[in-house]
């Protein structure tokens, strides 16, 4: 199984809130003092180039008090400017869920140097890499971008063609990047603009709806209206907390799309933690359109966005015979040399079962410590993982849509774990509590990770529940 199900816990003890800040200011403080370096760092490129120092401005929303500034990463390892050495479980979202600077990445970078980054023309790797695609995710059809964001926006565009459809249907909780037509919120029960997007104009919600996963009642509802082109997923609910699909809703949401030609769009690039071919290869699941970013040229900017013949067909088929040009998808430098190189050692040699085997029995055992230790200091929470991917949920039990996610989430505990942990030398992902394996991450940094965890349950603030 990719999945766990979530570890039972027993009667919970319960977080004392006022303690609570006084330890995450003791744990910030010691940050503070560790980074001398980083904070001025912080504060002289505020008055720079940089707004807060940071190059892209989420850099600022860390929770801890500033952000360090990364001199080097190798493998499972980061250091900061100040030498603090980190273990990490974060590996830039994903992005380096193979590790930093992994050898053959480096070693296609070396080689590409010789033969150019960008022509706007095919590469000599371009014919290996779509047969690799094709083989590994079982889409005939391809086609590269640089994020995926862009990927999803490219296949949505693409849906729409294919069917001449306008809607498209998204999960309460989503991210699927900033492909516009997914930043919607579900505010009682109907679907509005994302409220935190900046300089929106166009609304949303005129052309896509918003429902809680796991919700079978509410996904026949919408299809029923026969308008919606496509529905885009990932097929664990990642950027909320950790959902898992409850049992039989893919072989559900499969046929009810079928049934009234509405389009399945996978998003696989964060599950495709689970093993080679992410989480649709490992759990049989159909599906029309498949995005992958993030980690598959080995954290080098691309990602790939599939296809079936038949949407292929009809997406070519929509065009006007005589019309080029500006169609809505690609990018100048969307399939560059340099990405298909890279992407092509990351298929071969990094996406490899060797390699997920590691990534696997790591998460496993580190998803097993958690528990018990969660279980020894009698806290209502549990885990939930997919593959090497592994988050930590404030409640007793699993939790099916993102209402309940929101629910028990908590942020103040979320940065007390986060800060305690990296004082500890162990970097999670911000904004939850979200802990990749990759196959550098060794037995010893999951024994003194355990460790460390253990340390951070010892100081917090805890009573029995009433
Ligand atoms: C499931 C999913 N899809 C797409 C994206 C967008 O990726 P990027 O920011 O690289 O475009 C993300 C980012 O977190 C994601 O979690």
């Avoid at 801890?64 to 990364?70: G, N």
């Amino acid at each position: 199984m990719a999945s766990s199900a979530p570890a039972k816990a027993p009667m919970g003890k319960r977080v004392v809130r006022a303690a609570l800040e006084t330890l995450l200011a003791s744990e910030n403080a010691q940050y503070s003092a560790r980074r001398p370096r980083s904070s001025a760092r912080a504060s002289r490129h505020a008055k720079g180039g940089f707004a807060g120092g940071v190059p892209m401005h989420w850099m600022r929303d860390w929770p801890q008090p500033f952000p360090m500034v990364i001199e080097a990463a190798q493998g499972n390892r980061l250091r900061d400017i100040d030498g603090n050495e980190i273990v990490d479980f974060c590996l830039g979202d994903t992005g380096a869920m193979f590790g930093h600077a992994p050898a053959p990445v480096m070693q296609a970078m070396r080689q590409q140097e010789s033969r150019g980054l960008t022509y706007m023309l095919p590469s000599a790797d371009a014919d290996r890499v779509g047969e690799l695609l094709q083989e590994r995710f079982g889409l005939p059809c391809w086609q590269v971008a640089v994020t995926a964001s862009d990927a999803n926006r490219f296949a949505l565009r693409a849906a729409r063609a294919a069917t001449g459809r306008k809607r498209i249907l998204v999960f309460d909780g989503c991210y699927h990047g900033t492909a516009e037509d997914t930043l919607v919120d579900l505010i009682d029960g109907k679907t509005v603009a994302r409220r935190s997007l900046l300089g929106q104009v166009q609304d949303p919600s005129l052309t896509t709806v918003m429902i809680p996963f796991n919700d079978r009642g509410a996904l026949e509802a919408e299809l029923a209206k026969n308008d919606i082109a496509c529905v885009i997923a990932e097929p664990v609910m990642t950027n909320c907390g950790m959902i898992l699909p409850q049992e039989g809703f893919w072989a559900f949401l499969r046929e009810a799309t079928r049934k009234v030609g509405t389009l399945l769009l996978l998003d696989e690039t964060h599950t495709i933690s689970t093993g080679p071919g992410g989480y649709g290869r490992a759990h049989n699941l159909d599906f029309d359109l498949f995005v992958l970013g993030k980690p598959v040229a080995g954290g080098l900017p691309a990602a790939v966005w599939g296809m079936t013949q038949a949407v292929n067909d009809r997406l070519f088929a929509s065009r006007p015979e005589s019309e080029h040009g500006h169609s809505g998808i690609g990018t100048t430098l969307a399939g560059n040399a340099l990405q298909l190189a890279c992407m092509r050692a990351t298929l071969e040699e990094l996406m490899t079962p060797a390699n997920y085997e590691k990534m696997l029995s790591g998460a496993a055992r580190l998803d097993a410590g958690i528990q018990e230790l969660i279980a020894h200091h009698g806290l209502a929470w549990h885990t939930a993982r997919v593959g090497a991917r592994l988050e930590v949920v404030f409640s007793p039990a699993p939790v099916t849509n993102a209402a309940e996610a929101r629910a028990v989430a908590d942020a103040t505990l979320e940065s007390v774990l986060h800060v305690a942990l990296l004082n500890r030398g162990f970097l999670l992902t911000p904004f939850h509590n979200m802990m990749l394996v990759s196959p550098d991450t060794t037995e010893a940094n999951i024994t003194d990770f355990l460790a460390a965890f253990g340390d951070v349950l010892n100081l917090l603030p805890l009573e029995a529940a009433q």
